[in-house]
């Protein structure tokens, strides 16, 4: 079979960790190994052999038993690639995802599952998706008058297993969400940023929706009447201490790691706006300077923050390929396409048509 990689048109090579080396965040062992443990499991369910996905990631699959374990996206990263590579199976994120079950999210689906509704349990969900250990950033869109979204953001430019963290996270929140709703339950669309690939008619058989591939955006959208649907398994007590025993489980640099993350998250949702540093605190309903104080009890600067934003922004829609470059500049917040292509080669050394050629 057609590796996925391939697929999508990006081979998985180093080139990609090496240029990703640099960020701090790459190496940070703070996600919980859940994608991993999913990937060994469905492994072992059909008699494969795994342990050796684990070399030179400074991990051994036995450790994926140990509940205190936190893992880098770079150790993640190396065990994905090497699962992708040995069993060259397309759609191997759609395999990994489907057979996740609320179950599988422990504290957090216990809080999901006992939530008054389904959008409570997709609010819960959504704010703490890193206890699910989420390789992908996620938010909640209203995306038109009877429509919402999760939508899916990448914390690095990491073309090559966009299409696995994408198929893993979508698949495995549609699953979820045919618990707690039923198995009649179809979301409306299917959004992504990557070209078709060969195996598209698997997701149109798991996903029974309306596929645009290319899009500008990675998200899946449903009818905002679903929102409102009470969930029978709501036991108000239950949620309440699931949801306290999830914020313990934040590491002692928690409270920096939320608002790093909650002024990402703020920026990703208002690219087109040029936010600045005051919009972003009154949307966070802080002072200016509350605002820049916790980021620096981080060693974070929002100018930095913002740049690393609109330049992984910009990297992932050129390489989508469906724009051009002065429609990317308008989408992360530039009227002016020469101060874009200005913008862009300080953030990353090169023009974007350059970036393009080389993502090809």
């Not at 996206?73 to 395999?95: D, F, K, M, P």
């Not at 998706?129 to 209203?142: C, K, Y």
């Not at 100018?303 to 992984?312: K, N, S, T």
């Amino acid at each position: 079979m057609t590796s996925m990689a391939a697929v999508s048109g990006h081979p998985i090579d180093d080139t990609t960790a090496t240029a990703l080396g640099a960020d701090a965040r790459f190496t940070a062992a703070e996600t919980p190994p859940n994608i991993l443990v999913h990937l060994t499991q469905l492994a072992l369910s059909r008699g494969l052999r795994c342990d050796g996905w684990f070399a030179g990631s400074g991990l051994t699959r036995e450790q994926l038993n140990d509940p205190t374990l936190r893992v880098s996206y770079r150790q993640a990263r190396s065990v994905i690639r090497r699962a992708l590579q040995t069993t060259g199976e397309a759609g191997l994120g759609l395999a990994v995802g489907r057979v996740e079950t609320l179950g599988s999210f422990g504290l957090l689906g216990l809080a999901m599952m006992t939530s008054a509704t389904f959008g409570e349990a997709m609010q819960v969900g959504i704010n703490h998706h890193r206890v699910s250990g989420s390789l992908l950033d996620v938010s909640f869109e209203v995306a038109g008058p009877r429509e919402v979204a999760l939508a899916a953001w990448p914390r690095f430019n990491d073309a090559p297993l966009l299409p696995f963290l994408c198929e893993e996270l979508f698949s495995s929140s549609l699953a979820i969400a045919r618990e707690l709703l039923g198995p009649g339950f179809n979301p409306s669309r299917l959004e992504l940023t990557y070209a078709r690939p060969a195996h598209a008619q698997a997701y149109a058989d798991y996903f029974r929706c309306e596929l645009v591939f290319g899009a500008r955006y990675n998200r899946i959208l449903l009818d905002v009447q679903w929102l409102q649907h009470p969930l029978p398994t709501h036991n108000p007590l239950t949620a309440q201490q699931a949801l306290a025993l999830c914020n313990q489980q934040h590491d002692a640099n928690g409270v920096q790691q939320e608002i790093v993350a909650s002024v990402e998250r703020l920026l990703r949702s208002h690219l087109r706006h040029q936010p600045r540093l005051p919009d972003v605190a009154r949307m966070l309903n802080m002072s200016e300077r509350s605002l820049r104080r916790r980021l620096a009890e981080g060693g974070r600067i929002f100018r930095e923050i913002h740049d690393r934003v609109r330049a992984e922004r910009a990297l992932e829609l050129l390489h989508g390929g469906t724009l051009s470059v002065a429609e990317i500049g308008l989408e992360i917040g530039f009227s002016d396409p020469r101060e874009f292509r200005r913008a862009f080669k300080r953030w990353t050394g090169m023009p974007p048509r350059s970036a393009r050629q080389h993502a090809a």
